[in-house]
């Protein structure tokens, strides 16, 4: 690579992941801190309800499971679990499950945006960046959905998950290393640079109600709450069920 190549691949896969990381940490913190009442995913739940529920259910299920099957599946490092699993044999897993899991989360994602751009009424009620995040990820669904035709060619080598799994690993603990990179595929290292760019915008669209998902599982380690009845101060001979807190 030439050196202004070499600086631009350096800087996207060394510097750029820290200033996403960066914004959307301290955007989501801000966003919460002083505008809550734009913390949330507005609804319009009563405008075709059937394509919405499909859609919805078929995109949460499928970007959950794709979410953190790159959480642990990238990060978790390879001597952990190769007395268990091959690398190669990760790698098909990973190719089978998460094909399946792309395609279920590519067609709710269509059904979402499709209702979402086509319905002139839902259309109206929608902020651009609703459908400009949508369309973000809707690219970013089918980069990954062509990763998986080079990760099925050299399913018996797994040498390039292996090398992606490095450089995550590399960037999670500091020590970022965009050398790792060099030879890639450009798909890969597409859906890496939109992957990224996506975090970076989090904080400034609606994505940011997956923060709130996250927190609500802080409620099934809550204590219970105390309820008490309380008689209110009403006239003699006025029969008032007591009212619960």
Known sequence: MNTVTT???NF????????????????????????????????SQLL????????SNLFHGGILFLFFGHLFGQ??????????VSAEQKQLVA???????????????TLLLHRRIFDPRIRLTSHRTDIAIL???????VIGLVTLPYSWSHREEATTMIVLANYLQGIATFRPDAALLTGISWPYLAHMLLGMTIFLLFPFSRLVHV?????????????YQVVRSRRLNLPAGHNT????Q
């Open 95 to 109: 190719i089978v499950a998460g094909g399946i899991a792309g395609i279920v989360c590519f067609i709710g994602l």
């Open 241 to 244: 069920p007591p009212v619960r």
């Open 75 to 84: 990060l978790t490092p390879h001597w952990l679990y190769e007395m268990f």
């Open 48 to 55: 075709r309800a059937g394509q919405l529920r499909w859609g």
């Open 211 to 223: 923060w709130s998902g996250f927190g609500s599982v802080a409620y099934l380690f809550r204590p």
């Open 12 to 43: 996207a896969f060394n510097v750029y992941p820290y200033i996403c990381l960066a914004v959307f940490l301290m955007g989501s913190l801000a966003r919460f801190d002083r505008d809550q009442y734009t913390w949330k995913s507005d609804s």
């Open 7 to 9: 600086y631009l691949h």
């Open 135 to 141: 369309v973000i990820l809707w690219v970013q669904l």
